[in-house]
């Protein structure tokens, strides 16, 4: 009878273990930590993209960071430099809105994902994990325009962004 006790302690020992919740990832770690009202996190096959809610990291037409924009940047600049964190790869991504001619959009936005790169690097994270790309007006998240072809000034301020990815180890 001792024997069967044992037994059945040890397959219940085995079953709880089983049970338990399995450590979270890395990039869930990440989401967590940037799930604040200022951060919005998408995990792709790429990585973390990181995104500031409030997207007026830049003035209309202007590669000069807002002051509002430098502490949320700052922020996730520590948790680029926490464990498990330290030694992935980040790419900023710039992009505009549609005003302006095509090239100038792209080097526009080309300043803009420097920006953002040069500030992570102001606040210690090192700067050969970081590049930065730009996109100009390629891949807006709002309409640039209304459905009746007039100026969509809020759709226009929320494509002026940048994005922090993450990249999968």
């Not at 049970?19 to 799930?35: G, H, M």
Request: hydrophobic fraction near 35%; glycine fraction near 6%.
């Amino acid at each position: 009878m001792r024997f069967i006790g044992t037994i059945f302690v040890c397959l219940a020992t085995l079953g709880l273990a089983g049970c338990a919740s399995k450590e979270p990832t890395t990039n869930e770690v990440i989401e967590d930590q940037l799930s604040g009202p200022e951060f919005r996190t998408v995990e792709t096959d790429q990585g973390v993209v990181v995104m500031l809610v409030n997207p007026l990291l830049f003035a209309f037409d202007s590669d000069e960071l807002t002051e509002e924009s430098r502490n949320p940047i700052a922020y996730i600049a520590r948790v680029l430099n926490t464990p498990g964190v330290q030694s992935r790869q980040v790419h900023v991504n710039g992009y505009s809105d549609s005003v302006g001619n095509e090239d100038y959009n792209l080097d526009l936005s080309r300043r803009r994902a420097e920006a953002v790169a040069k500030e992570l690097v102001y606040n210690q994270v090192a700067a050969e994990r970081v590049l930065y790309n730009s996109f100009g007006e390629a891949n807006p998240i709002a309409p640039n325009v209304t459905d009746d072809g007039s100026d969509n000034p809020e759709g226009r301020t929320l494509n002026r962004r940048v994005e922090i990815v993450i990249l999968n180890p």
